[in-house]
């Protein structure tokens, strides 16, 4: 079996060139007539997965739409009907059951969703800043002349110098492999997985055929993304650390801990006790690890981390979680300019991570991770507990894992990130551009 990739859009299964920048752009439609001839001009600029590795100009676009966005380009009520309903409501809508409290309220919100002004959105990246900007102006003109379509949010996002995440950590290293994407997996990305996990139109991991609503040209190599826009609390996450350790080398011990990975992205499972980064540079070894047979309690990589929250690998056999049933592919940027080296106050900056996380069933995959493995800590044991980088603190604030010469507890976490924006939103294939760009009337 081989996926059809060039009639699915390129950032679904590809990642992304290092260094790239990037952008989110966010649209409202209030004429339909308009939207669709919006669409016709950026179709031939859409890049597949097939042009993924030599796109025109060096660059890469993309195109989304929420529910609502759909509702307004002028989708018939039976097929909008059809989609699942975690993309129907919206994520704002959810946000109590995905633990979007607190300072994560949808009221805070800065980037817009569905149901306030967020109705499409182009995903853009390039190799250079220059050809950002040249494909932005092809967007920019596409907007010649229409009325009805407004530029809602605007979020430039890409690599620190650092080539790090706000944090310090090295991101973007484990990704699953997908039956059909061709080539061979790396070491620790484990069996293939189904590829209806990932695109509609393809057989899944419960051995179905992965499907939506309406005709088949609107579903087929389509998928469903989780946008998330998280606010990173740097000088909090620092003052934690300087707090919870006597020297530098205890800081990093914790930091670690708590992901998973030292900050070079070495992974605690291969070096638990020194940061090795030589391991980070092969491609052989840096994902090269299980938990089942050698760290089942977590004594390396402990239970309630980041990283084993987020994908347990085999550390679920024998109970009731089949992990393979959610899977993300995630896609990771950083907004914000750096907090510089060593500072502890807070700047008063906006700076954080945008993730597309994504997955063809946005209740049995995105939303299950986030509300029972990132903000639960029952599968593993850990009662109330949260994934102590970004999980929420209203329920519990501490985190144990294994130590020496005993066990270690931290307590007092604070929110080391606040949910800055959010929303479920539909990746439909070239086709199905083409075909949503020709409907007939104006329902918007």
Not at 313 to 337: E, F, I, K, S, V
Not at 388 to 404: E, L, M
């Given at each position: 079996?081989?996926l059809?990739?060039?009639?699915?859009?390129?950032?679904?299964?590809?990642?992304?060139?290092?260094?790239y920048?990037?952008?989110?752009?966010?649209?409202?439609?209030e004429?339909?007539?308009?939207?669709?001839?919006?669409?016709k001009r950026?179709?031939?600029?859409?890049?597949?997965c097939?042009?993924?590795?030599?796109?025109?100009?060096?660059?890469w676009?993309?195109?989304a739409?929420?529910?609502?966005g759909?509702?307004?380009?002028?989708?018939?009520?039976?097929i909008l009907?059809?989609?699942?309903?975690?993309?129907?409501?919206?994520?704002?809508a959810?946000?109590a059951?995905?633990?979007?409290?607190?300072?994560?309220d949808?009221?805070?919100w800065?980037?817009?969703?569905?149901?306030?002004?967020?109705?499409?959105?182009?995903?853009?990246?390039?190799?250079?800043?220059?050809g950002?900007e040249e494909?932005?102006?092809?967007g920019?003109h596409?907007?010649?002349?229409?009325?009805?379509?407004?530029?809602?949010?605007?979020?430039?996002?890409?690599v620190?110098?650092?080539?790090?995440?706000?944090?310090?950590?090295?991101?973007?290293?484990?990704?699953p492999?997908?039956?059909?994407?061709g080539?061979?997996?790396?070491?620790?990305q484990?069996?293939?997985?189904?590829?209806g996990?990932?695109?509609?139109?393809?057989?899944?991991?419960?051995g179905?055929?992965?499907k939506?609503?309406g005709?088949?040209?609107?579903?087929?190599?389509?998928?469903?993304?989780?946008?998330?826009k998280?606010y990173?609390?740097v000088?909090?996450f620092?003052?934690?650390?300087?707090?919870?350790?006597?020297?530098?080398?205890?800081?990093?011990?914790?930091a670690a801990?708590?992901?998973g990975?030292?900050?070079s992205?070495?992974?605690?499972?291969l070096?638990?006790?020194?940061?090795?980064p030589?391991?980070v540079?092969?491609?052989?070894?840096?994902?090269?690890?299980a938990?089942?047979e050698?760290?089942?309690?977590g004594?390396?990589?402990?239970?309630?981390?980041h990283?084993?929250?987020v994908?347990p690998?085999?550390?679920?056999?024998?109970?009731?979680?089949?992990?393979?049933?959610?899977?993300?592919?995630?896609?990771g940027?950083?907004?914000?300019?750096?907090?510089?080296e060593?500072v502890?106050a807070?700047?008063?900056?906006d700076?954080g991570?945008?993730?597309?996380?994504?997955?063809a069933?946005?209740?049995?995959?995105?939303?299950?991770?986030?509300?029972?493995?990132?903000?639960?800590?029952?599968?593993?044991?850990?009662?109330?507990?949260?994934?102590?980088?970004?999980?929420?603190?209203?329920r519990?604030d501490?985190?144990?894992?294994?130590?020496?010469?005993?066990r270690?507890?931290?307590?007092?976490?604070?929110?080391?990130?606040?949910?800055r924006?959010?929303?479920?939103v539909?990746?439909?294939?070239?086709s199905a551009?083409?075909?949503?760009s020709q409907?007939?009337?104006?329902?918007?």
């Amino acid at each position: 079996m081989l996926l059809e990739l060039d009639n699915i859009q390129g950032t679904v299964l590809n990642n992304r060139p290092m260094p790239y920048f990037g952008a989110y752009v966010a649209f409202s439609i209030e004429d339909a007539t308009a939207a669709r001839t919006m669409l016709k001009r950026l179709i031939p600029r859409i890049t597949s997965c097939a042009d993924w590795a030599a796109p025109k100009q060096h660059a890469w676009l993309n195109i989304a739409f929420t529910w609502e966005g759909l509702r307004r380009l002028g989708l018939s009520p039976d097929i909008l009907e059809g989609f699942p309903v975690e993309f129907r409501q919206g994520m704002a809508a959810r946000s109590a059951f995905l633990g979007d409290v607190g300072r994560s309220d949808p009221s805070l919100w800065d980037f817009p969703h569905g149901n306030n002004g967020f109705h499409a959105g182009l995903l853009v990246m390039a190799s250079t800043a220059e050809g950002r900007e040249e494909i932005l102006d092809l967007g920019r003109h596409a907007l010649d002349g229409l009325d009805g379509i407004e530029v809602t949010a605007h979020l430039s996002v890409g690599v620190p110098p650092t080539m790090r995440e706000h944090f310090g950590f090295v991101d973007g290293i484990s990704r699953p492999f997908i039956e059909g994407q061709g080539g061979e997996p790396l070491p620790g990305q484990g069996e293939p997985t189904k590829a209806g996990e990932f695109i509609l139109g393809y057989e899944n991991e419960l051995g179905e055929l992965a499907k939506g609503p309406g005709p088949e040209v609107l579903w087929r190599n389509g998928t469903y993304a989780a946008i998330r826009k998280i606010y990173q609390d740097v000088a909090a996450f620092r003052t934690y650390l300087r707090q919870s350790a006597s020297n530098a080398a205890g800081e990093e011990k914790v930091a670690a801990k708590m992901m998973g990975r030292w900050r070079s992205g070495c992974p605690l499972a291969l070096s638990p006790d020194v940061d090795d980064p030589t391991i980070v540079d092969d491609p052989q070894r840096n994902n090269a690890f299980a938990y089942y047979e050698d760290d089942l309690n977590g004594a390396k990589t402990p239970v309630g981390c980041h990283i084993r929250r987020v994908n347990p690998r085999d550390g679920l056999q024998d109970t009731m979680a089949y992990a393979r049933l959610h899977q993300l592919l995630r896609r990771g940027a950083a907004y914000g300019p750096l907090l510089p080296e060593g500072v502890m106050a807070d700047d008063g900056e906006d700076r954080g991570i945008v993730l597309a996380l994504i997955n063809a069933n946005p209740g049995r995959q995105f939303e299950f991770v986030q509300s029972q493995w990132v903000n639960d800590g029952d599968f593993v044991s850990q009662g109330l507990r949260s994934d102590p980088i970004v999980g929420r603190r209203d329920r519990s604030d501490d985190f144990a894992f294994p130590d020496k010469p005993v066990r270690r507890r931290l307590t007092g976490l604070p929110d080391f990130t606040a949910t800055r924006g959010g929303e479920h939103v539909f990746l439909p294939s070239i086709s199905a551009l083409k075909w949503l760009s020709q409907m007939q009337g104006n329902e918007a």
